[in-house]
């Protein structure tokens, strides 16, 4: 029976692992902090070596996430025409968080990318079609009170004019700068969710914003990673520049492939340089980063060959993984006290707000509504509950994720073979 390192320590006293030279080289019963002096294994090593600790619960890049349904929104009864998504980083100011995030208030639920053919100037294609970017704002990141448009779609023909979605906030210099997806056609109409990204600026988090009505992040050059898709622009500031990270949709060979970029600026309203090094995260989906100690930190969500990690770059650049999570938030927009103040010593985060998308379980009735995680992911935070290691997942929840009638008639057949 294997006893936790925590009920073994409230039955036994805790005894440092000493390794003296004519003592056993096994190794001991207490995970020593720092790497033994004795043959490891690989992944003996790569505990020491990869990892902030030897052990999850005292690995600061480790946590668990919890989830609080938030007061304030409505959604006129799930029925799909209204939906709020992607939400940007959280700011304190005037004493109050504020929030933006991507608004859409249609006649219809959206007909869905692939049917981008059937969709109007009425009727969305995608949950983001026909939208514009919303605030709201709250006191204590579990009430929030919407105060409407902050960015809606410009006239045509500037970059936009069919939506406006999944912003991010950057302060700078004391003005505030909104990074955003501009669309000029429905989402999935020539095939893909294509677009660049566009800004607007403000002297106040409560606007008015003046749209820059022109691209500031753009394609990339026709056959490259990025050349139809810039998403999820998310600004921080780092070496007294801008360093904006992004996710491209692309290789559809069959299936799409996610991964992040990054472009530096001196100044928000461009030229960005995108790094010569991109993509430099291989996994993700939306992006949510924050400064940590002398790095940055990233969450890779649900897709790739790394999903469901925490990673960490030193130099803002180079990521390795630090962590293997789970339940992580969907389109994360962490608090992030020390995201412009070109930190070195970033202290990492404890909450934010995230999205959980088609919220009806239906997509007939297909739309996103806004949630709060909290997490334990600061050095200046030790909540043990959010280092456990696992989640119990009850028997229904495994069964939602049955077989399909696919795979039952391959096994039935693979059993009819066997049996023969
Ligand atoms: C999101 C983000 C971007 C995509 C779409 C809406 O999850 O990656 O914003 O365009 O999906």
Not at 25 to 53: G, Q, T
Not at 243 to 253: E, H, I, T
Request: proline fraction near 7%; charge should be negative.
């Amino acid at each position: 029976m294997i006893i936790s390192c925590s009920e073994q320590s409230k039955k036994e006293p805790k005894q440092e692992a000493t390794i003296s030279k004519e003592s056993t080289s096994n190794f001991p019963f207490f995970i020593p902090e720092e790497k033994p002096n004795i043959p490891l294994s690989v992944a003996m090593e790569r505990n020491y070596d990869k990892y902030m600790s030897a052990r999850p619960d005292h690995n600061e890049l480790y946590t668990q996430f919890k989830y609080t349904e938030l007061k304030g929104f409505d959604y006129n009864n799930n029925d799909g025409t209204i939906s709020r998504r992607d939400p940007s980083k959280v700011i304190l100011e005037n004493g109050k968080y504020y929030v933006w995030y991507t608004h859409r208030d249609t006649k219809t639920a959206p007909v869905g990318g692939k049917n981008a053919h059937l969709s109007t100037d009425e009727i969305p294609s995608a949950d983001w079609d026909l939208a514009d970017i919303f605030y709201a704002t709250s006191k204590d990141g579990f009430t929030w009170e919407e105060q409407g448009v902050a960015v809606p779609r410009p006239p045509k023909p500037n970059v936009g004019w069919r939506s406006v979605t999944t912003t991010d906030i950057l302060k700078w210099k004391g003005k505030y700068y909104l990074y955003y997806q501009g669309f000029s056609e429905a989402s999935g109409k020539s095939g893909g969710d294509n677009c660049p990204v566009a800004v607007s600026y403000a002297d106040s988090p409560d606007g008015p914003w003046t749209a820059a009505n022109k691209v500031v992040i753009p394609n990339g050059a026709e056959g490259e990673w990025d050349q139809y898709s810039i998403h999820d622009p998310y600004p921080l500031v780092h070496n007294g520049k801008i360093y904006l990270y992004y996710k491209s949709d692309f290789d559809r060979n069959p299936k799409l492939s996610r991964m992040h970029g990054l472009a530096i600026a001196d100044n928000p309203l461009g030229p960005f340089k995108k790094h010569n090094l991109n993509p430099i995260m291989t996994s993700g989906h939306e992006t949510t980063l924050f400064p940590f100690k002398e790095g940055v930190a990233a969450l890779a969500i649900r897709d790739g060959m790394e999903h469901n990690t925490i990673q960490y770059a030193k130099d803002w650049v180079n990521f390795e993984i630090a962590s293997i999570v789970e339940l992580m938030p969907d389109a994360g927009g962490p608090f992030v006290p020390d995201a412009f103040t070109n930190t070195t010593n970033g202290r990492g985060i404890t909450w934010g707000i995230s999205h959980f998308t088609n919220a009806a379980g239906n997509y007939k009735q297909n739309h996103a509504i806004l949630t709060r995680f909290d997490c334990d992911l600061s050095l200046d935070v030790d909540d043990q509950e959010m280092k456990r290691s696992y989640i119990l997942y009850s028997p229904k929840e495994h069964y939602k994720h049955g077989l399909n009638k696919k795979q039952k008639n391959r096994i039935n057949n693979e059993n009819k073979k066997l049996m023969e």
